[in-house]
């Protein structure tokens, strides 16, 4: 009974059948007849066009975006526990070229016009400090939350308004679109780059950057080489992409985990720290309470020391989720 | 009848089969038994102490490695044709932060210690120009050649005496090995680290950096995280290599290719501009020779005006390997 | 009536006459009979063996000894107003490859072994996380506070016990030695690089990176050369440093400058935000006192909306302060 | 009797003179009145709209102009025998993140159109090859020679057809002006942005960078400040550069040295491996005839083991240069 991350769950069964249909000669990099394909499945997708780079992972996914916009004298603003800040082994530092994560604050890891003005605005126009360029915000939160389409118009007016790039992170995408039940251009908001997350909702190896200004994509597209992420046989990454767009599968995992959440979260009450939008909860929880909970068999990771951080995924067993929530409002 | 490249080929079955073995519940990145296990199974396979990480790519395992002993402000010794400097997309200027190829000159892409003291010789030991921090050869080379244990240790010794570290780029190491008949200890030679090619012989997604300094392995996780190549899933990644070290399917495969690169060879006589040792054959065609091999349905790239290179993979039929044996005789 | 800043103020006689003293024929960088000597001067000064490189800024000087102590994917510990962090351009990014300012809390932009371990300790020994590799103090701090030697002390230890290489960043480091009247050993602790600043006491473009650990200054070099700053008549810049220490001037200057601050801090009675101790002065003003104060034809800057910032030179003439003193007295 | 180089000889009275006026209260950086001159004083020179930045060194000069030009994944075409190729120490591969140089051939280390194109047209248009962005030439190049206006219009012409930046190292650039005789708009060509040197020439600190398109100095100005190349005390470098312009002193410097490596030529007659255009020699002359010059109180370098390189200054008094020409033809 694993909560510990959705990152390591298995791989769908499309997903798995999908690459092996792709296990026939084709072009290397991404010249194969799916990598193709996939501008035009994401273009219809968000009914914006779209230019789509497959690479393996998130780190590689938010990275190679934000270097799109950010040169690396410049600076992205993101919030102080961004992903892309705490837990990505500085990896913007590198992609970036040296280039300065611009630390905001929020409520619930979430960004607001007002958050990345109060980061932007006292810098003063001068050589001495790092100019930003790019805002980054993550769908769904750090904490599971979800920004809604009103609140992601907003911040990308504000970067527009000052001239900024805007990134979305969307390594749990999914589950925030689930979970909003608007279309995907909604939850993605007005963004030039949208890191769409697949390995942590029934995919092996594959995310994508979904491009939505083209001149942007050319640039990644040089970068990735760079980076040692064009993968030869590529057409398995492709293919683990498209296999979760066919009849929404991606959407229906995501469901599928936040349901599962939900359900532990409605035995949660007064613990949670954090409402419940995606498939993340945390948890108050005492080291005694924990320590009960993995006697029963509950694998999670604590949170601090007072609380503890569960993720359920696309196949989190309903028997599963149930017992934890009994398990929980049992303590 | 493809003879493009192996970089495309099929998956070979055992590697799909471990994989789907893999995909059970296991702590993420490289935290999973089977990643675990590869730093033993290496060090058995060399028999010296090996310490192994994979990634998904070959450039980004060459670039690796070479970030481990290479200072940003410091050079690598490697011949003109080298991958690394010709193909990688400039990789090596990104992971090694602007350190600097020193490109020497030898027969058939192979490097002698004399072609490495010409390139190091003449550098003046002043912070005007850049200084050699290490050496990276190809193994086999990029014209085919596999470099034989008595130059390997010469290399190895010129490197040694010259402080610089050694690298084996082993894109196709397996189709070296098969082709030397020695240990694979012998032909990896005496290097600090080794770019071990799985994918162009039957894998999916998986390289190994075997480096035979713990030290530099150390160095080599944190800069594999920042470069977004440690995968949450890696543990599909590590079944592939177990896979095809099992019952030595490396070494199977190679030996196929490379039986097949030896048949059409034999038939190209004078043609050739190499000798066949590995899985690579460049072959003196003119653009009409060319045409009719096409018109008869055999895919392979030009080399330059006035030949062609043709590559054989681990799944090459032998059917097609005699047919185009029998093409080329015929012209 | 200038109080805006040291950074720009008038060169001092000796400096002059040492530059045209070194305008002779010398090889060119740092092989002239002055820059060679002054590992020696410094040695002496010190108390310890010191191996030191001029530079044109202390940009330049804090970013080249960092660079010397952390790799491209380590980390580097700061105080979140250290000039490094907020007023270098991102070039610490530059220099250090996109290593990470690791960013500490203190009073007085200080750091105490506490504020360095709060950022340290919850670093989880794991590749996600930028692991530190170095300290980085400012002697005197950004608001003008002398690290007493205890408290450099302490630091070093704590360096130490962490495998931290320690970096004081002396832009007013003769200020600080001043204020503290203790040995310049004692005022730099016990760290392995000093960048020691000439500029802001009367100097014109040379700075020195004075560094304890000689394998750092071989580094140095050659990093140096590659950021441009290794200048061919660099005689001149050494030439300014030698001048300086000459009979003591960098301290006598420093002695001068402080003293000015001292006469004007002790008019400021409550008004101070921060005891003065070097060369500057935080003061708390409206808007209309300063309004008043620069009718009366004083120079300075604000600080912002409530305060403003003053600062003293070594040529700033005692009628100057003198009359500044009275003027806020009499406000 | 020294003919080292130019490069550590004396600095003329007038920017002495000059440095000394400038000695009084300005702001920093480069918000002095003459910093804020350069502008108006290079676009009078030239003729065309130009936005000048001071630094300290032509290694600085030559990294931050092309940093604007050139993306961390692009290349720059420069001569194998380039300054920025062979004497920086790798400073491009540092302040262009790893960009790369693309090495071209030519007689006396001067480029033609064609041998850009021999570089740059086999480059695949794919990401596995690194993209040109830029053309760097030396003005006069590595071995004295002055391109002519139409040669530099030729390579202008070159560059604009095939989308890259246009950078003149003109690190001797006012040798070369005045060994042509033509204006400074036609020694520097259609480039974007022109690295004149100042410190060979009689200067002590100072360099301009003189761009041609405003964006791209708008660029430079943060990358400077970012590689610790904005001296607070600017105005000095400014007042050297200023000093230069006024009265033409640069080109009388320059065509006293010309003239002075020009009689030295005559007398060298065969033995000239180049023609005498700027104020360097290239002189073939055996070990005893090295030796024999050098016991007659002469100072140079050997250039491999077979010649000698001579370099005449701004300050070369005549009966030096005589003596030299005498002594060479007396051997």
Request: negative net charge; glycine residues 10%.
């Amino acid at each position: 009974m694993q909560f510990l991350s959705d990152n390591a769950a298995a791989v769908h069964p499309a997903v798995w059948d999908a690459m092996r249909a792709a296990d026939d000669p084709q072009p290397p990099y991404d010249g194969d007849a799916i990598s193709q394909s996939l501008d035009a499945r994401f273009t219809e997708l968000f009914g914006r066009e779209a230019a789509v780079l497959w690479v393996a992972t998130g780190t590689a996914a938010n990275c190679l975006a934000l270097a799109t916009m950010c040169p690396p004298h410049g600076g992205v603003v993101c919030h102080r526990e961004a992903h892309i800040e705490v837990d990505e082994g500085g990896a913007p530092g590198f992609y970036l070229h040296g280039a300065k994560l611009l630390l905001a604050e929020g409520e619930g890891a979430k960004l607001t016009p007002e958050a990345v003005r109060a980061v932007v605005d006292p810098i003063r126009d001068d050589v001495h400090q790092v100019q930003p360029h790019a805002l980054s915000v993550t769908q769904a939160s750090e904490y599971g939350h979800a920004y809604r389409p009103a609140e992601l118009a907003a911040l990308g007016e504000t970067a527009r308004a000052r001239g900024l790039g805007f990134h979305v992170d969307g390594a749990r995408f999914a589950n925030a679109a689930a979970f909003l039940g608007c279309s995907p251009a909604e939850a993605a908001g007005p963004c030039d780059a949208l890191s769409f997350g697949f390995v942590k909702n029934g995919g092996l190896t594959a995310e994508a950057i979904v491009f939505f200004r083209p001149d942007l994509a050319d640039v990644a597209r040089y970068r990735r080489k760079r980076a040692g992420h064009l993968q030869s046989k590529g057409r398995f990454l492709a293919a683990q992409i498209a296999a979760m767009l066919d009849g929404d599968i991606w959407l229906a995992n995501a469901r599928h985990a936040n349901a599962a959440a939900a359900e532990i979260g409605q035995a949660c009450g007064e613990r949670l720290m954090h409402p419940v939008e995606a498939n993340e909860l945390f948890v108050r929880l005492t080291a005694a309470e924990r320590q009960t909970l993995r006697g029963q068999g509950f694998g999670f990771y604590d949170w601090g020391s007072d609380a503890a951080r569960f993720v359920t995924a696309w196949n989190t067993r309903e028997a599963d989720a149930k017992a934890l929530a009994q398990a929980i409002a049992g303590l």
